[in-house]
Structures are given as structure tokens and as C-alpha cells.
């Protein structure tokens, strides 16, 4: 895939009519926004096309109506808060790219802003339905994709209004392509990859898409157990992917006729059972992974994997971080993910940590700041680090 896309930097929207799909999927609760961060995130956008005089349509889609009209889905209360942060009226239509839209969308002036309603309320939109993607694109000159939480898919507001308007990308979409896309085609070495997080099966094409890029793969979390079965070890009544062994093996042996070095775990946190409820005190005791006992199951990585896995991050110059190293959600068993955000705080490397929980993480410890880049995506991120084309990405038009 190009990751060299154009952005509203390089084509002209003054006095253009410009849709832009954003983010605006916010938390809601009892009809106000308990988090206004992707609006916040979307307004150095917003704000640029307003000021270049543009006839600004915003549209996002927030939650998931599956094509019903629900109210408290309705995106008012974000027109209502980009309104308060841009010191201007936005316009809500009543509509996705009906009548109120089409009539709203005319009358706009240059540097005025309006918001498309939820994007779901309409069947078409997850099926890319070319009617709405027309309809959409029939509102406007020029579409900027803004949103990359949806990057990875292909709906009509995301991807397929692009098949009728030059397609650019918007500040946070390029930022996560370009940092991103080159970790990934031209990375500054050594660069190393810190995989975490409950199973092997869902990160089985990022594993195999990283071996071919990295020089250290790094597995913790829940996926590591399955690893270290496949060598052979015994691990007590750790989470283990029965099926997905064979997949291990192959992988560290790819590892190693690639070169790349693959670390796994040297010692883990045990206890007999998993903490319920999640944040529950619970015993645990350190033990090397050669001798996890039979009656324990490994809810964290010790104390000397997490210095393993701090030196190779601070040794690295490009580190990509995606999934926790234990159950975080329990303080006992966090110490394996607070390690590994530290490190990469503390590391001079360019750093980016996918969406999710690892984000989270980083965002709860306060170390965001010190993270090169923290992705706003966390199934688009990871299709990204697999090497997939993400369809929301791939239509907008090269450099
Ligand atoms: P994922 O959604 O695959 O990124 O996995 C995240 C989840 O993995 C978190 O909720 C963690 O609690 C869980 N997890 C991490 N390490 C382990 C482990 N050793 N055993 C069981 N679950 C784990």
C-alpha cells in the first residue's frame, strides 16, 4: 500500500465544498459527551477548512443504530460542542445526505461549518452502498477522510463516497500514515515490535507481517504461553491456544532463518486462578517460565522480563507497541505493561503504540506525551501493522 497520500494541505478548498468524515464515535451518557477527546482530536482539521474558506460538511457515524433512526445516537450534542470549541454555529442537519442536507449544504458560506446526521442511521452506509456514497458525494467537491477508527473499513462514508470526489486525507489520518507507514516500509533500525494481549489467533497475520520487517518481536501477555508451549515448556494452567501451536512453531522458526530475534517472557507472574472480580487482590508469586507450576496460570511477565523487554525498547530507534503483558486491569498484575510503557516513554526511539488497550495504558500513566505517536484505532491499527490495504486509506489519492 502507498502510505504517501495527499492531505487538505495539497489540494485547494477555498470556497470548496469539502465533506469531511471524522471521528465523533464519543461516549455518551444520559445525552452528554463523558469524553469530547476525538473532538478535540478533529479540530486542527476543522479549524484549517475553516480558515481556508471552505463550506465545511462534517459527518460521523456514533455507535451502532444498524440502520435505525435512535435519538440518542443522534449526533446533536457533538454539533453542539464543535460549535463551543470553534466560537461558531454549526449547522446540524436533520438528515445523512437527504433533503435537509442537500438545502443546507447549498446555502452554506465560505468558512461556515455544518454536521451531517449519524451516519449509521442509514442501512447503505457499513454496506457501501453506492447510493449513499453518491448521495454523500453528491453534497460536496472534495472529500477528506479524518477518521482512521474506521479507516479499515470500507463503508460508504469512509471509502465509497471516494469513487465520486478527489479524496485527501485530513491532519490525524495523515499523521497515523505517515509515522506509521514508515515504521512499517523504512523504519530507522533496530526496530523492534512489542506484541501483547489475550490471544495468538488474533494477531496471527501481524506476527507473521512482522517478522518480515523487524529485528525484535517481542511477545507478552496471555499470547505468550502459547509460545512457550511450543518449545516445549510446561505452563501450569496458563491461557494456551491449543490450535494455534503448529502457528507458533512456524513463527519462531521463521524467526529464525529471518534473523530476527524473538524474545518471549523468561519469567511470569503466577497464581491459582484468574482474579475475579478482574481487580480482586490476588496472591501472586515470580517464577521462571521454564517452571511455571501446574496448579498456576501466568497473569503478568516478571520482574526480569520486563528489564528484558525495557532494554531491547531503549535500545531500539523505531518501537511498536500493541497489547498489554498481563491483566492491567489488576494493579498486581499491571506491572508488566507499566514497565513497557515506561520504557517506551523513557526511550529516545520513535515510539507508536496501537489503539486499545496498550493506548490506554499510556494514556492513564500520563507517559502520552512522551510516546512519539499513540494511535486513535485499535482494529485499524492492527490491520495496519499486518499489512493489509485499509480501504479508507488506499482511496485517497497519492502523492
Ligand atoms: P487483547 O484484546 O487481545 O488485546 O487482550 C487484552 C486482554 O488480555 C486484557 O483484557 C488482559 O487482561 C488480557 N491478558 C493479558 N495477559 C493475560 C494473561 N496472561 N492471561 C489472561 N489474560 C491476559
Redesign the pocket.
Known amino acids: 500500500m502507498n502510505y504517501n497520500k495527499k492531505s487538505i494541505e495539497d489540494i485547494e478548498v477555498a470556497g470548496k465544498r469539502v465533506l469531511c468524515r471524522c471521528d465523533f464515535n464519543v461516549p455518551t451518557k444520559d445525552g452528554k459527551i463523558t469524553s469530547d477527546k476525538r473532538i478535540v482530536a478533529a479540530m486542527p482539521t476543522i479549524e484549517y477548512l475553516v480558515n481556508k474558506g471552505a463550506k465545511v460538511i462534517l459527518c460521523s457515524h456514533m455507535g451502532k443504530p444498524k440502520g435505525e433512526w435512535k435519538p440518542e445516537l443522534s449526533l446533536k450534542v457533538v454539533a453542539e460542542r464543535i460549535s463551543q470549541l470553534l466560537g461558531k454555529e454549526v449547522i446540524m442537519a436533520s438528515d445523512v445526505a437527504g433533503e435537509d442536507s442537500k438545502a443546507k449544504a447549498a446555502a452554506l458560506q465560505n468558512g461556515d461549518v455544518m454536521l451531517l446526521e449519524n451516519t449509521r442511521y442509514i442501512k447503505g452506509e457499513t454496506k457501501n452502498d453506492p447510493e449513499l456514497s453518491k448521495a454523500l458525494a453528491d453534497l460536496a467537491d472534495i472529500f477528506v477522510n479524518d477518521a482512521f477508527g474506521t479507516a479499515h473499513r470500507a463503508h460508504s462514508s469512509t471509502a465509497g463516497v471516494a469513487d465520486y470526489l478527489p479524496a485527501v486525507s485530513g491532519y490525524l489520518v495523515q499523521k497515523e500514515v505517515s509515522i506509521m507507514g514508515k515504521a512499517l516500509a523504512n523504519p530507522e533500525r533496530p526496530f523492534v515490535a512489542i506484541l501483547?494481549?489475550?490471544?495468538v489467533s488474533?494477531?496471527l497475520n501481524v506476527i507473521n507481517n512482522l517478522l518480515e520487517k523487524v529485528d525484535t518481536l517481542i511477545i507478552?501477555?496471555?499470547?505468550?504461553?502459547t509460545f512457550l508451549a511450543a518449545q516445549g515448556y510446561t505452563v501450569g494452567k496458563?491461557?494456551v491456544d491449543e490450535e494455534k501451536l503448529d502457528y507458533c512453531k512456524e513463527m519462531m522458526a521463521k524467526a529464525e532463518a529471518k534473523g530476527v530475534k524473538l524474545l518471549l517472557p523468561v519469567d511470569?507472574a503466577v497464581s491459582p486462578a484468574?482474579p475475579s472480580p478482574?481487580d480482586a487482590e490476588i496472591p501472586v508469586d515470580y517464577v521462571d517460565c521454564t517452571a511455571i507450576p501446574a496448579d498456576k496460570?501466568?497473569?503478568?511477565i516478571g520482574p526480569k522480563a520486563c528489564a528484558e523487554f525495557a532494554a531491547a525498547a531503549k535500545a531500539a530507534k523505531t518501537v511498536v507497541w500493541?497489547?498489554?503483558?498481563?491483566?492491567?486491569?489488576?494493579p498486581t498484575?499491571a506491572k508488566g505493561?507499566i514497565a513497557v510503557a515506561q520504557a517506551l516513554a523513557d526511550s529516545d526511539a520513535v515510539t507508536i503504540v496501537g489503539g486499545?488497550?496498550?493506548a490506554a495504558a499510556c494514556e492513564q500513566l500520563g507517559f502520552a506525551s512522551q510516546i512519539t505517536h499513540i494511535s486513535t484505532g485499535g482494529g485499524a491499527s492492527l490491520e495496519f501493522l499486518e499489512g493489509l490495504e485499509l480501504p479508507g486509506i488506499a482511496c485517497l489519492q497519492d502523492k
Do not use: W
Open positions: 501483547g494481549g489475550a490471544k488474533d494477531k507478552g501477555g496471555g499470547m505468550a504461553y496458563s491461557l511470569t484468574f478482574i496460570m501466568g497473569l503478568d500493541n497489547g498489554p503483558m498481563g491483566v492491567f486491569e489488576n498484575l505493561t486499545g488497550d496498550s
